[in-house]
């Protein structure tokens, strides 16, 4: 089955870098269109950014713009977040999905599959 486990999350303070990946298994990950979410306390799951298959496509949220940079490794089938500057509102549990959909879609309903989730505290 498919199977999507993420890692690189922790606790930082504000200004500092991680990196989240997420290693995919079960599916071919070179035809899924990949996402990374993200969940606050107390708030809707959002869109952070999203890679087309063949990795030439990005999209990503207004408010990580310019700070978080989304890439993926098709021969390692792993998929990356790098996140630059983080801000105390960036605090959440950050997931990664899997779309069969070709295009990227900011609509969570559209990825078929999940990982747990990593989280991720930025403190001031």
């Known amino acids: 089955q498919v199977q999507l486990d993420e890692s690189g999350g922790g606790l930082v303070q504000a200004g500092d870098s991680l990196r989240l990946s997420c290693a995919a298994s079960?599916?071919?990950?070179?035809?899924?269109?990949m996402g990374w979410f993200r969940q606050a306390p107390g708030k809707e799951r959002e869109f952070v950014a999203g890679i087309s298959p063949n990795g030439v496509t990005t999209k990503k949220a207004d408010s990580v713009k310019g700070r978080f940079t989304i890439s993926r490794d098709n021969a390692k089938n792993t998929l990356y977040l790098q996140m630059n500057s983080l801000k105390p509102e960036d605090t959440a549990v950050y997931y990664c999905?899997?779309?069969?959909?070709?295009?990227?879609?900011?609509?969570?309903?559209?990825?078929?599959?999940w990982g747990q989730g990593t989280q991720v505290t930025v403190s001031s």
């Open positions: 079960g599916l071919t990950f070179s035809t899924y269109a």
């Open positions: 999905a899997a779309s069969s959909l070709w295009s990227i879609s900011l609509d969570s309903k559209r990825y078929n599959n």
